[in-house]
């Protein structure tokens, strides 16, 4: 995406999403949408996905036309990769897509709210780098406990819920530090220095 990205590429991954989920609460009783909280999704992924851009706007209300659309969306492809895996009914075909989707979709993620941290803190590359890593971290834990409550605790993935977490979390973390290190080193590219 280019530095200047135009809203419209955000535009259509949220409303990618957001019709991908009301097709899954439209129609349930579909085997791939079924037990995996669309209600919930429907309401939760919209307002993470604005999040940053609503929080973008609150704070520089006067530089509308800098706005970072490149961030926001990276920040917005997880959601739409994950609703898009269940509507083509990936998850449970493929055996390896949950694994990837953790890895991958961390890595755009965090390469989003990589480049939203990059524009505002200050310091050596290192601690940038632990900064994002670190976040992402913590994004993949919040984001298993989420799934736990909404939809695990009480369904038919119990049995191998402890297993499935530690990986997707490692996963989360492994892709979170991947896009730490893209972040970090093209930021040091950039400047012209490597700051120790």
Not at 166 to 175: A, E, P, R, S
Request: no cysteine; aromatic share 12%.
């Amino acid at each position: 995406m280019p530095r200047r990205s135009q809203p419209w590429v955000f535009l259509a991954v949220l409303a990618a999403t957001e019709g991908q989920l009301a097709v899954a609460v439209l129609f349930p009783h579909l085997e791939q949408f079924e037990g995996k909280a669309f209600t919930a999704r429907l309401i939760a992924y919209p307002v993470m996905i604005l999040a940053a851009p609503a929080w973008w706007f609150l704070k520089n209300r006067a530089r509308t036309a800098d706005a970072p659309w490149a961030a926001f969306s990276l920040i917005a492809l997880p959601f739409l990769v994950d609703v898009t895996g269940n509507t083509l009914d990936l998850y449970d075909t493929i055996e390896w897509w949950d694994d990837a989707n953790h890895l991958v979709n961390w890595v755009f993620l965090m390469a989003g709210v990589g480049l939203l941290m990059l524009r505002s803190v200050r310091g050596p590359r290192w601690a940038s780098w632990w900064l994002i890593a670190g976040v992402g971290s913590l994004l993949a834990l919040g984001w298993e406990v989420g799934e736990y409550y909404a939809f695990i605790r009480g369904g038919t993935e119990l049995a191998t819920a402890y297993t499935d977490t530690l990986g997707d979390m490692v996963l989360g973390t492994i892709g979170a530090a991947i896009a730490a290190t893209m972040l970090t080193v093209t930021a040091a590219d950039r400047s012209g220095s490597v700051r120790a």
